[in-house]
Nanobody, 125 residues
Framework: VQLVEFGGGLVQPGGSLRLSCAASGYTYDRICVGWFRQAPGKEREAVAT???????RYADSVKGRFTISQDNAKNTLYLEMNSLKPGDTAMYYCAARKIGGTFYSLAPFCRFGYWGQGTQVTVSS
């Protein structure tokens, strides 16, 4: 299984970015897949997920600004990020379920064990 993120970069506050995560060896099915981020000195946190029932969940800090989606034909997961803030600066990772993986409260019945290499998002003027 390989997950590869694209689309990070430097953006000014208020700007937008779209992250993509292409998968090989894994078929996205809107179950227990999602986006996570880790800022320097902080723990990795879940940002947006499809939970175990396929319901989309967002962290409170990104609700109304970020949108997770999936393109079945391209087997790609997306994260549309709008109204970006300096506090959104972090390394962003996509992840998919795997037995024995890591628990995140945003998708409590999922365990995330397949991870991409990350893409850096920096929000700064």
């Amino acid at each position: 299984v390989q997950l590869v993120e694209f689309g990070g970069g430097l953006v000014q506050p208020g700007g937008s970015l779209r992250l993509s995560c292409a998968a090989s060896g894994y078929t996205y099915d809107r179950i227990c897949v999602g986006w996570f981020r880790q800022a320097p000195g902080k723990e990795r946190e879940a940002v947006a997920t499809f939970d175990s029932s396929g319901t989309i969940r967002y962290a409170d800090s990104v609700k109304g600004r970020f949108t997770i989606s999936q393109d079945n034909a391209k087997n790609t997961l997306y994260l549309e990020m709008n109204s970006l803030k300096p506090g959104d600066t972090a390394m962003y990772y996509c992840a998919a379920r795997k037995i024995g993986g890591t628990f995140y409260s945003l998708a409590p019945f999922c365990r995330f064990g397949y991870w991409g290499q990350g893409t850096q998002v920096t929000v700064s003027s």
